[in-house]
């Protein structure tokens, strides 16, 4: 099995900057066009929820190989910060987890037995399917294993699925090139039928369109759940794939839940082209200095882990 726990890491990097960048807009005030001008708003830029779960699964990912859902489960409801922004129903998920409740039977009743659809599975997944470069139905396993201690519903552990997949590929064409339709293609096999996958076969058509319109048809994230945020980050991401700031700036254009769909859009673009910069763009040293720093768990878990492994 070939991981990549680089390309891991830089979409952790790429997923929180986008995160916290993206939540600054929704402090009144916020100028796009400043940010279009090369002035972003004043540093630091806290992170949110969106940063603090994929922490927690990058660290899980990083330091077991794959993912252990009980375990997961216990970080998540360790770990939670609820000013951080996390919705009302993650937080009784996550607070009966801690009380002792199973997951699957705190998940599972959530929404009156339907379970939770929200974005927030997806918002989580692409340093997951970094790390499983070039290997989607890995990343695609571990990924619905991820969704499931707090996402029951089927159009949210597809979101992640189809995310992990993206970042997959993002990942393992870094070195070479992927265009717009090759990563939308690279999903195809997982559109489970659903309004998630709807979506992304309708963003496919839309390839070409600009922000407004791909917003338009397939949501920008306002209604909080897959279908309405995972085609068109998924959209974003394979237009801008080559291009971190423009691909952020995107989401914020959009407007919506912008630190969610910055924070997709981030970990698959970022998890394609790194720091790198030149005539591709990766994330601007400017704006991951700005970034609040990861909490020292985490990165301390980068540190033992090393390179890529095989």
């Known amino acids: 099995m070939i991981v990549n726990s680089q390309s891991a890491r830089d979409s952790l990097d790429g997923l929180s900057v986008g995160d916290a960048l993206g ?24 992170w ?34 609820p000013y951080r922004g996390y919705g009302g129903g993650t937080v009784v998920v996550l607070h009966e987890i801690r009380d002792g409740r199973p997951w699957a039977e705190a998940a599972g009743a959530s929404f009156g037995g339907r379970g939770s659809w929200g974005n927030g599975a ?46 997959s590929h993002a990942a393992a064409t870094r070195e070479t090139s992927c265009t717009p ?42 209604q909080v759940t897959a279908q309405d945020t ?8 394979a237009t801008f794939l080559t291009d971190y700031p423009r691909a952020i700036t995107a989401c914020i254009e959009a407007g919506g839940d912008v630190d969610t769909t910055a924070a997709i859009v981030g970990g698959i673009v970022a998890a394609h082209t790194g720091h790198r910069h030149g005539p591709i763009r990766g994330i601007p040293p400017a704006w991951l200095s700005s970034r609040e720093p990861l909490p020292t768990w985490a990165e301390a878990d980068h540190a033992w882990g090393g390179g890529d492994l095989r």
Not at 59 to 79: N, Q
Not at 153 to 160: K, S, Y
Not at 230 to 237: G, R
């Open 23 to 46: 939540a600054q807009f929704f402090v009144p005030g916020r100028s796009l066009a400043d940010l279009i001008d090369g002035r972003p708003p004043a540093a630091p830029w806290p």
């Open 122 to 167: 997806a918002m989580r997944a692409a340093p997951l399917g970094a790390y499983f470069a070039g290997r989607p139905d890995e990343a695609a396993a571990q990924a619905a294993m991820s969704a499931e201690v707090t996402h029951s519903h089927p159009e949210a552990i597809v979101g992640a699925m189809l995310v992990a997949v993206a970042a």
């Open 230 to 237: 995972v085609p068109f980050a998924l959209w974003t991401a």
């Open 181 to 222: 339709t090759e990563l939308l293609q690279a999903v195809d096999p997982y559109l489970i039928d659903g309004r998630t996958a709807t979506g992304v076969r309708r963003a496919r058509r839309l390839l070409g369109r600009s922000i407004a319109e791909a917003a338009y048809e397939l949501g920008n994230g306002a």
């Open 48 to 81: 949110t929820d969106d940063t603090e779960m994929a922490c927690s699964v990058y660290s899980e990912i990083h330091t077991r190989g794959h993912i252990d859902r009980d375990a997961l489960a216990s970080a998540f409801a360790d770990r939670c910060e």
